[in-house]
């Protein structure tokens, strides 16, 4: 582009031609330092001037350009010197009266009506006349056929559309950021703590979605049909339900031994609501969503972060910061750091495999002391009615979860990761590999011993442990943030100064989220409104970590990307977490037979079987054989689901295939570059020589080139002492105009 100083000196030596032919100004007037100019050449024109002038100036770029816009003037000049249409300059000749216009106007007609706008929103133009030139080209559009006024109507509708459509989007999207929960909040927590800490807090959020999606179905489809059709409860409340979720809350909507088995109608209506059906097609509906929901923020995030390998690569910082160290040759110092002896190599490899010895020694000691403890339970409360003794359990896991991560966090001082991403992904794998394993011992004793005790309502037990599980963990944390990491901050900063202030432990906290919602997922069949607790400790426990994070912790030491930990917490989890709920809830659902006087599902030999009787009871409708064929040959079918695997499994492979070609095909390319310019380098050596090898040969060359760099020197000279008169005489003319 042409910078302002250029374009006002070709402008004001224009704008002193006059529009007659006899009145030419001398070149004296416009160009006081100009050449003289032979003989022979006869006198040139004003714009012949203002060309030759414009070719004196600057690079072969800047020629280039201002020869085109010399061009430009010498066109309008000479329109309006011989246009019978424009006699003098005070009355100029619009754009699309001229033939250039004319062709301009054609081009534009068969255009749609974004890109005749995009057509001449780029003309150089001012905005008077883009907006000639725009309804010049409507009014010749509208001369056409009555076709093609139709085919130009319906464009510019489909135009208006899309962009309300865009416009409408935006807000939209601007709408749900500004009232999104905590925007302003994790704004500040990422701007202290970095996206390390920012993370934790965003899956949290990401959770309490998850939940509030979940009551919300379960209140609508479950618990309001219940309420039109339940009993008084005739318990009395003590307060001490809300610790041991018995008592009162036994016989309320909370558990399933409340629901009833029968058909739901309202008054004489023939409308019924099944409640069998109901309670499988209700939560298998959330958790469908929340399948579907983890695959999709899986892939989205996997795409994100991973699927470029050479994005996050520390190569930029390698090139940048590796001079500063005089570092010239790095492939020799990592050839350098690979030679240890034996016993070093031994020595790092200990430090890694006794931490690993060490934690799953302690992971298996804490799952057979849980089973036992669990079985040691069954039979202490058959001999002791104190209702706090149902809190044992639950107090005795908790300690164990609060507890062994912290010991798990202190065996990083013996391996000391290089960077803190693997020492978050080792904890990470470590505290699941614990509290999913606790989870399963007590699946294993709930489905296996108390379903099969003989219970009077074993679905409602299992309901009540696992809220007071839920409950004594939130309990646990809120004493974990308001205690043990107030103490910690104490000692750092008061005794024992050289600990300072503690970091945020990412991999613990995450897992103490994943670990609560695995037992969300698992109970809301046993008790449908568990989301709504979960939901109530999230939110509290959002403001708690905050509160804590600020006044207890301090930033990360190292700052480090951690845009990828959000797919890794997903990826946890979907499996091992959520891939084990749904393995407990189908052998509860196909195998166990219910308890025979509470629940939905009273009296019948498993809980899928309401739904066998309900396909029977369709094949006796001929306006639902449908539904019966896609039971028999979608649903019920083995052949189809191991058909839906198999094709589950080759896309994954060819995308699998695919990301690895985008790897190779991108170190690939790396590798041209690199050899590309190692060819650059050897062909400018080559060149650099042969210059060498003439200018020895031929001195005489040398000597012409310094001739030739001395004149052009007092040119530029020239130019640079030309370009302040012609700015002065401009501001001079503008001054007169004013007078």
Request: hydrophobic share 45%.
């Amino acid at each position: 582009m042409l910078s302002d100083d250029w374009v006002n000196e070709i402008v004001v030596e224009v704008e002193n031609v006059p529009s007659g032919a006899e009145s030419r100004p001398s070149s004296n007037q416009i160009f006081p330092e100009r050449t003289r100019v032979k003989p022979g050449l006869g006198r040139r024109s004003p714009t012949e001037r203002v060309e030759s002038q414009v070719f004196r100036r600057g690079s072969d770029t800047k020629h280039h350009q201002l020869l085109q816009l010399s061009t430009a003037l010498k066109e309008s000049m000479s329109q309006t010197h011989h246009s019978p249409e424009c006699p003098g300059i005070d009355t100029p000749c619009t754009s699309h009266e001229t033939a250039q216009g004319q062709k301009l106007i054609a081009s534009l007609i068969p255009m749609t009506s974004r890109d005749r706008i995009k057509a001449i929103r780029n003309q150089p133009r001012t905005m008077e006349e883009k907006r000639k030139l725009r309804k010049v080209v409507d009014k010749e559009k509208s001369k056409q056929g009555p076709r093609a006024l139709e085919v130009a109507c319906c464009a510019r509708c489909l135009h208006t559309f899309s962009l309300v459509y865009q416009r409408s989007k935006n807000s939209v999207s601007e709408l749900l950021n500004t009232t999104s929960l905590w925007q302003k909040t994790l704004k500040v927590i990422g701007g202290k703590f970095g996206t390390s800490v920012l993370s934790y807090f965003s899956f949290l959020r990401w959770l309490l979605k998850f939940n509030i999606f979940s009551f919300i179905v379960n209140f609508s489809f479950l618990v309001i049909p219940q309420l039109m059709v339940a009993q008084k409860n005739t318990l009395q409340f003590t307060g001490l339900e809300f610790f041991t979720g018995a008592g009162y809350f036994r016989d309320t909507v909370m558990y399933y031994g409340f629901y009833t088995n029968s058909t739901i109608r309202h008054g004489s209506s023939r409308l019924a609501y099944n409640m069998q059906l109901a309670y499988l097609f209700t939560i298998g509906a959330c958790l469908v969503t929340c399948f579907f929901s983890l695959l999709f923020s899986m892939a989205k995030y996997f795409r994100n972060n991973f699927i470029n390998p050479h994005i996050y690569s520390r190569g930029i910082a390698k090139l940048i910061f590796c001079w500063d160290f005089t570092v010239e040759n790095l492939s020799e110092i990592r050839l350098e750091n690979t030679k240890l002896t034996f016993h070093q190599q031994l020595t790092r490899l200990s430090a890694h495999v006794e931490p690993w010895l060490v934690s799953t020694g302690m992971a298996i000691a804490c799952c057979v002391a849980v089973y036992y403890l669990a079985e040691y339970n069954s039979e202490f409360l058959k001999t002791h009615q104190n209702p706090g003794a149902v809190l044992l359990l639950p107090f005795l896991v908790s300690c164990i979860n609060l507890a062994v991560p912290r010991l798990y966090s202190m065996l990083r001082l013996v391996e000391r990761y290089e960077l803190p991403r693997h020492e978050v992904y080792i904890l990470l794998i470590r505290n699941i590999f614990l509290k999913i394993s606790i989870i399963g011992i007590l699946c294993y004793y709930w489905l296996n011993i108390v379903a099969l005790s003989g219970e009077e309502c074993w679905e409602t037990l299992i309901g009540q442990e696992i809220y007071r599980l839920l409950l004594m963990d939130f309990v646990f944390s809120l004493a974990d943030s308001f205690l043990g990491e107030f103490l910690r901050r104490i000692i750092g900063k008061r005794f024992i100064t050289s600990l300072g202030l503690q970091e945020f432990d990412i991999a613990r906290n995450v897992l103490e989220l994943i670990y609560a919602q695995t037992l969300v997922w698992i109970g809301m069949f046993f008790c449908p409104l568990l989301p709504f607790i979960q939901m109530i400790t999230l939110f509290t426990m959002f403001y708690v970590k905050n509160i804590s994070l600020i006044v207890n912790f301090q930033p990360p030491s190292k700052a480090w990307r951690a845009s990828q930990m959000i797919t890794v917490f997903i990826l946890l989890l979907f499996f091992p977490s959520f891939t084990g709920v749904l393995c407990t809830l189908a052998i509860t659902i196909w195998r166990l037979k219910p308890s025979a006087d509470c629940g939905p599902f009273r009296g019948l030999p498993s809980f899928i079987y309401s739904v066998y009787r309900w396909i029977d009871t369709l094949s006796g409708r001929p306006g639902y054989q449908w539904v019966v064929w896609i039971y028999h040959n979608l649903i019920g079918s083995v052949h189809f689901f191991f058909i839906l695997t198999l094709i589950v499994l080759i896309i994954t492979y060819l995308y699998w295939q695919i990301t690895e070609g985008r790897k190779i095909m991108i170190r690939l390319l790396h590798e041209q570059i690199i050899n590309e310019g190692k060819d650059k380098m050897f062909l400018i050596e080559k060149l650099i020589k042969l210059q060498d090898m003439e200018k020895r040969a031929n001195p005489s060359t040398l000597i012409l080139e310094r001739r030739e760099v001395e004149q052009q020197v007092p040119l530029h000279l020239g130019e640079q002492a030309a370009a302040p008169d012609l700015r002065f005489r401009r501001s001079f003319q503008e001054d007169n105009q004013k007078v």
